[in-house]
């Protein structure tokens, strides 16, 4: 099983600033099948970005995905007041099970 | 519009069953594998278990697996998951959940549609 760590588990920052969320796998993650979602209170998660660096259609530029390996990153260019909320990495390429990093919760200073 | 409503949650006993339903609508289900996610009250994303488009490949979590089951009707747009032996650590909010890719590998893509969850309590 690939367990996916997740850092800060809580980062503090103000709206216009640059938020770097951080995740790493204990083991390769084959052809970057690595996703970012966000969770809003009461929400369902919603897909932000897929395949390590594709971002959804619809989803804001400010978003954008990096990495491969076992090192992914997520990076929230300048910070709206919409974009405070619980991120979570999602590996899916290895059979199974698919798993979920703990979450960061990104919460305005 | 795309959508997933899923059903069949409640209250019951250690060690009773429970089926859960997904209805989906707005694409065309019988192309996408489909998954159940559960998160427990105050805590993170648990994958549960995957069904592909065709129902020929399917996967669980240790946790559940010889417990729980997936299927679905491709005829009724639905995903179901029957649960059996519930535990009180099965105590989450269900969400299901559509694969990305049409006619793909259950595990290729992620997750691109979910449903607003089905809460399963298990308390005697």
């Known amino acids: 099983e690939i367990v996916l760590t997740q850092s800060p588990g809580t980062l503090s920052l103000s709206p216009g600033e640059r938020a770097t969320l951080s995740c790493r796998a204990s083991q390769s993650v084959s052809s970057s099948y690595l996703a970012w979602y966000q969770q809003k209170p009461g929400q369902a998660p919603r897909l932000l970005i897929y395949g390590a660096s594709s971002r959804v259609t619809g989803i804001p530029d400010r978003f954008s995905g990096s990495g491969s390996g076992t090192d992914f990153t997520l990076t929230i260019s300048r910070l709206e007041p919409e974009d405070f909320a619980v991120y979570y990495c999602q590996q899916y390429g290895s059979s199974p099970p698919i798993t979920f990093g703990q979450g960061t919760r990104l919460e305005i200073k | 519009e795309v959508q997933l409503v899923e059903s069949g949650g409640g209250l019951v006993q250690p060690g009773r069953s429970l089926r859960l339903s997904c209805a989906a609508s707005?694409?065309?289900?019988?192309?996408?594998?489909m998954h159940w996610v559960r998160q427990a009250p105050g805590k993170g994303l648990e994958w549960v278990s995957g069904?592909?488009?065709?129902?020929?490949?399917?996967g669980y979590a240790d946790s559940v697996k010889g417990r729980f089951t997936i299927s679905r009707d491709n005829a009724k747009n639905s995903l179901y998951l029957q649960m059996n032996g519930l535990r009180a650590e099965d105590m989450a909010l269900y969400y299901c959940?559509?694969?990305?890719?049409?006619?793909?590998?259950?595990?290729?893509?992620?997750?691109?549609?979910w449903g607003q969850g089905t809460m399963v309590t298990v308390s005697s």
């Open positions: 707005g694409f065309t289900f019988d192309e996408y594998a």
């Open positions: 069904i592909s488009w065709n129902s020929g490949n399917i």
């Open positions: 959940a559509k694969g990305g890719l049409a006619v793909a590998g259950l595990y290729d893509d992620a997750f691109d549609i």
